[in-house]
Nanobody
């Protein structure tokens, strides 16, 4: 069973940076992608970024392109989300997720495993 544990959230001022980490245990050879999603209060959970586990291809939501960078360390079974130039609208709970299927990277229902989330708060 795959388990995902996020860390690195916190409170930061607008314009600042944070790096989130997602440590995966039980990761399977069949894992295709791992990604980050976020959910702000009263809003739906949205895709932020995804990376293919083996090839390293990346995908980003338009709202974070140029500011966020997703990366992975296969040896450590860890995925990172470097967030720069943070804005108050980036405030949300950030979730790590993993999938085995090839499909639409941003579709939440195509992800098989989810972490518990880490809070990111950006003050203005």
């Amino acid at each position: 069973q795959v388990q995902l544990v996020e860390s690195g959230g916190g409170l930061v001022q607008a314009g600042g940076s944070l790096r989130l980490s997602c440590a995966a245990s039980g990761i399977a050879f069949s894992t295709n992608k791992m990604g980050w999603f976020r959910q702000a209060p009263g809003k739906e959970r949205d895709a932020v970024a995804t990376i293919t586990w083996r090839g390293g291809s990346t995908y980003y939501a338009d709202s974070v392109k140029g500011r966020f960078t997703i990366s992975r360390d296969n040896a450590k079974n860890t995925v990172y989300l470097q967030m720069n130039s943070l804005k108050p609208e980036d405030t949300a709970v950030y979730y790590c997720a993993a999938r085995t299927r090839i499909g639409v990277w941003s579709r939440l229902d195509e992800y098989d495993y989810w972490g518990q989330g880490t809070q990111v708060t950006v003050s203005s």
